[in-house]
């Protein structure tokens, strides 16, 4: 059966840690995905996209990795700070899809001070 | 510039009665899509426009349906509303269907 899983549901970090959550799907063919982060009762808020050709994309503080052959991708937050504190979706778009989106269920990340 | 609006924020609504939630997509993208968010879990997909017309539609039953205006805009329609209705529903928006895409900061419906 075709998943998409996010291995975490919470990751509880210490401030200035590096975050790393981790996306996971089977049976799929991902033309490309995207990481967005998500606030309580807000909408989602795009943070990177990586396309299947390429294995790494870097913004600022995040960077995001696109294995293809081990069907995963990571997201990591360096220098982690409390305001990171939400839940990032990852989201596959499929090959010869519409361009839609599909969702794993997110990892809730909580930065302490 | 304005980022997706969606309207209204809030509702209520009764089991069996019907609703209808809008979108206004960024300035410029032509492509619009719905999602339904329930609690705990990532957003469903349901539709997608791309100029005017439907590109996409999700596992969804034939009690939702949206539609594009020419202006871009999109309204989604849901008839016969029941309790497992109530979620968040996201609009997004994309210069096209295979380009970043964007979302409003939902509408939350409240099935009773």
């Known amino acids: 059966s075709q998943k998409i899983e996010q291995n975490s549901e919470a990751l509880n970090i210490q401030e200035g840690k590096t975050a790393t959550l981790t996306c996971n799907y089977t049976?799929?063919?991902?033309?490309?995905l995207q990481w967005y982060r998500q606030d309580p009762g807000r909408g989602p808020v795009f943070l990177l996209l990586?396309?299947?050709?390429?294995k790494e994309k870097r913004k600022e503080r995040l960077k995001v990795t696109f294995d293809t052959t081990l069907k995963q991708s990571l997201f990591h937050i360096t220098a982690s700070q409390p305001a990171d504190s939400a839940t990032y979706l990852c989201?596959?778009?499929?090959?010869?899809?519409?361009?839609?989106?599909?969702f794993g269920k997110g990892t809730k990340l909580s930065v302490k001070p | 510039d304005a980022g997706v609006t969606q309207s209204p924020t809030h509702l209520i609504k009764t089991r069996g009665q019907q609703v209808t939630l809008r979108c206004s997509p960024i300035?410029?993208?032509?492509?619009v899509s719905w999602y339904q968010q329930v609690l705990g879990q990532g957003p469903q997909f349901i539709f997608q426009?791309?100029?005017?017309?439907?590109?996409g539609r999700g596992n969804f039953p034939d009690r939702f349906s949206a539609r594009q205006f020419p202006n871009y805009s999109s309204e989604l329609n849901v008839n016969a509303l029941l309790l497992g209705d109530s979620a968040l529903y996201l609009c997004?928006?994309?210069?096209?269907?295979?380009?970043?895409?964007?979302f409003g900061e939902g509408s939350w419906l409240t099935v009773v």
């Open positions: 997004a928006s994309s210069l096209d269907p295979w380009n970043t895409i964007y």
């Open positions: 049976n799929y063919s991902p033309a490309y």
């Open positions: 990586i396309r299947e050709n390429e």
């Open positions: 989201a596959l778009v499929l090959k010869g899809s519409q361009g839609n989106l599909i």
């Open positions: 300035s410029g993208h032509k492509s």
């Open positions: 426009y791309y100029e005017k017309e439907e590109r």
